[in-house]
């Protein structure tokens, strides 16, 4: 049998955390989503490490009992795959997730600034920045690159806007690297960009294209990436690739889709009311800002092809993003490792 290719997966939220019960023992709680499903789907095809931050005083428990490595473990749906737990200072990360990567980010990304009123970027960002967003990526590209040296041979799949900066840290130490990134939330054009500090969105966006491979869930979310990449930092776009400081990104609208049968199970389960924050919860150390999904309208296409729109809601508050559904769920479609040698 030819041995499985290793996929290491890198992504601030695992999805597995471990808490305590009300007799004291440590309990696993695995979640699920559409991250979950996709990487389900591809543990066939893979032997999957999965890096992730330890969002609990339990979770650093767990990664203090393994050395601060890789252990085994099973998703929801009991595939097997190696879980790598990454313990942050603190006060790091709160930083990182609380100032800038959700408050920032996120926002930006989703066009919630108002450019003619954009925020203001005081010492206490910059310390947010360099010493939360910047430490956090560099601690994940620590144990990327620990990995790598006990398999050079993997493919590196990095997840979303908490780890911009990582794929350039572990692109300087592992030249070779087969490196991909998928982002699950929109990307803007350069104008929605300059309500960032010139010397960050600069890093964000070199950053990503440390990477072989980036993914968007839209065609116009790559292409809005590529416009605003060649602007920030230079390079040549060329179809859908970027020329970047002698390295060439290939670029993708690759959707990765949910599982309805997941959603139905929850939607009928009477104790997930209280998961209404889809995930954020005291165990990330938020403060007092919480994510919530407002979903005012799921509809399938009729036999006209029409499609019906999702619209999110941030804080009680419409985001004004609308995301089209057609109804059709597929496997992901998204192979990190298509682009590598």
């Not at 947010?128 to 144990?143: E, I, K, R, T």
Request: some cysteine; charged content about 25%; overall charge negative.
């Amino acid at each position: 049998m030819t041995p499985q290719r290793r996929l290491i997966v890198v992504s601030n939220r695992g999805p597995v955390t471990y808490g305590r019960d009300a007799s004291g023992a440590r309990v696993a709680r695995r979640g699920g989503g559409g991250l979950v499903t996709a990487i389900d789907s591809l543990a066939s095809e893979y032997e999957v490490t999965w890096i992730a931050s330890a969002l609990s005083a339990e979770d650093e428990a767990v990664s203090a009992a393994a050395g601060n490595g890789s252990f085994d473990e099973t998703s929801r749906r009991e595939s097997p795959f190696r879980l790598r737990l990454v313990v942050h200072d603190h006060a790091a990360f709160d930083r990182h997730y609380n100032i800038v990567a959700n408050p920032m980010l996120w926002f930006i990304q989703h066009r919630l600034w108002d450019l003619v009123r954009v925020p203001a970027f005081d010492e206490t960002f910059h310390q947010a920045w360099h010493g939360g967003y910047a430490v956090v990526n560099a601690g994940f590209a620590d144990a990327v690159v620990d990995e790598l040296e006990q398999d050079p041979e993997a493919t590196v799949f990095f997840h979303d806007y908490h780890l911009y900066l990582a794929p350039r840290l572990v692109r300087e130490r592992c030249p070779d690297a087969c490196l991909a990134h998928f982002v699950h939330i929109p990307w803007v054009s350069f104008d929605g960009w300059s309500v960032l500090p010139s010397d960050m969105r600069w890093a964000v966006h070199n950053g990503l294209l440390a990477n072989d491979l980036v993914g968007f869930h839209t065609e116009r979310w790559r292409r809005l990436f590529a416009e605003a990449a060649t602007a920030i930092v230079g390079g040549e776009a060329s179809g859908t690739s970027i020329e970047y400081a002698g390295h060439r990104t290939q670029t993708v609208a690759r959707p990765i889709s949910v599982d309805p049968g997941e959603l139905d199970a929850a939607a009928r389960d009477p104790f997930r009311d209280d998961r209404a924050d889809v995930g954020f919860d005291g165990g990330e150390r938020l403060r007092d800002a919480k994510l919530q999904v407002e979903i005012t309208s799921v509809q399938r296409a009729n036999g006209d092809g029409h499609r019906r729109p999702l619209v999110l809601a941030r804080d009680g508050r419409k985001t004004g993003h609308r995301f089209d559904h057609d109804g059709t769920i597929r496997r992901s479609a998204f192979r990190p490792s298509s682009s590598c040698s």
